[in-house]
């Protein structure tokens, strides 16, 4: 399926100081896809991983578009370098906002707001609300407890076999973007229904 503009949105981590090997996996991310043409949405950050793939986009050439709540603005938690910010309400319009404007999920390591967020995705798609490659980029292994989580619900009759299919890990951001251009490409599977 072929998008006049592809934008894809990326969850990650807002945190200050992690450790060089995520914040350079995240920038590269940026990097590649802008390379690709595509747009990277994002929470607009200005700290952690948000900021990282909001730099490799537009270091690269690439567009960075920001989605955060007023009260983030407030507190000056926006990153000013982006190409555009979009102001929402709240955090349920901030979502809702990236959900509808983007044509893929990528999620970076982060904490529990990113988590929140790929989980919402992740259940969304399974409801079929949301219909749309998510990649999750597993840099150092961080994933791999959610993974196997995600396992243990499925071998224990809290989701269906098929849903192994909502997400896909990978270690590499040149294998997270390999991932969303192939399923761009491809007509969309539906997903099992859960009922």
């Not at 747009?39 to 270091?59: K, Q, Y």
Request: a negative charge; proline letters at 4%.
């Amino acid at each position: 399926m072929a998008f006049e503009k592809v934008n894809i949105c990326v969850f990650g981590a807002s945190s200050r100081d992690l450790e060089q090997a995520y914040v350079d996996a995240a920038y590269q991310l940026g990097a590649l896809m802008a390379q690709r043409g595509w747009t990277c949405l994002n929470g607009a950050g200005c700290e952690g991983l948000m900021r990282a793939v909001s730099d490799g986009t537009l270091d690269a050439g690439g567009e960075a578009i920001g989605v955060i709540p007023q009260f983030m603005v407030d507190n000056g938690w926006h990153y000013d370098r982006l190409t555009r910010i979009i102001t929402t309400a709240d955090m349920h319009e901030r979502k809702l906002t990236l959900a509808q404007m983007s044509q893929a999920v990528i999620a970076l390591p982060g904490g529990c707001g990113t988590m929140e967020e790929l989980l919402e995705a992740i259940t969304w798609r399974q409801l079929n609300l949301a219909p749309k490659p998510i990649v999750v980029l597993n840099t150092r292994g961080y994933y791999n407890h959610l993974a196997a989580m995600l396992t243990t619900a499925i071998e224990q009759g809290f989701m269906k076999k098929s849903h192994h299919r909502l997400v896909q890990l990978v270690d590499t951001p040149e294998q997270a973007v390999e991932v969303i251009e192939k399923d761009l490409n491809e007509t969309p599977q539906p997903i099992e229904s859960k009922y």
